[in-house]
């Protein structure tokens, strides 16, 4: 019988940081629907979707706020400046885990956006390439903050070295 890693880290009361075998996969997803959305949008509504400034301003402020919360507790937990409940470090576990899935979907899906438009030549085709791109490159931001995050709550246990 294999043992799945997962259940060897729930056993010991661990969890391992989010890595690329679990992003990349909600990455591929976002591309492949985001992609699609243009055909089936034109298809259904007779027009795509407009990618404005909202969009990317509005993933960058959450990345923002994401880095500031990661600075926050690696100052707290690392640096010793204070104590952080663990109820509290557990729920900004989970937010920065949530937000990095999250994050990995939204990036694919503006660069699946984006691809859909490669080829067309009309200037709303470019504006959207170019917004969809900066959109996604935002997503990466929040994905990069919310890893920071979920690494500024990691403790050092009592087995390694200082």
Do not use: I, K
């Not at 404005?52 to 640096?79: D, H, I, K, N």
């Not at 490159?137 to 990069?144: E, H, I």
Request: aromatic share 8%; charged share 15%.
């Amino acid at each position: 019988m294999t043992s799945d890693p997962s259940e060897e880290e729930s056993r010991d009361g661990h969890l391992r940081p989010t890595g690329p075998a679990v992003l990349v996969p909600w990455a591929a997803v976002g591309l492949v629907l985001g992609w699609l959305l243009r055909p089936v949008s034109e298809r259904v509504q007779g027009t795509a979707p407009v990618v404005t400034w909202l969009q990317p301003l509005g993933l960058l402020f959450v990345a923002a706020v994401l880095g500031a919360v990661a600075w926050l507790t690696w100052r707290t937990v690392q640096g010793g400046h204070g104590y952080l409940d663990p109820q509290r470090a557990v729920n900004r576990f989970v937010l920065a885990r949530a937000c990095a899935l999250v994050g990995a979907l939204v990036a694919g899906g503006y660069l699946g956006y984006a691809v859909s438009w490669l080829g067309v030549d009309t200037d709303l085709a470019q504006q959207r390439v170019w917004r969809s791109v900066l959109t996604g490159l935002a997503g990466v931001a929040v994905v990069t903050t919310a890893l920071l995050l979920e690494r500024a709550c990691r403790v050092r246990s009592d087995h390694e070295e200082p």
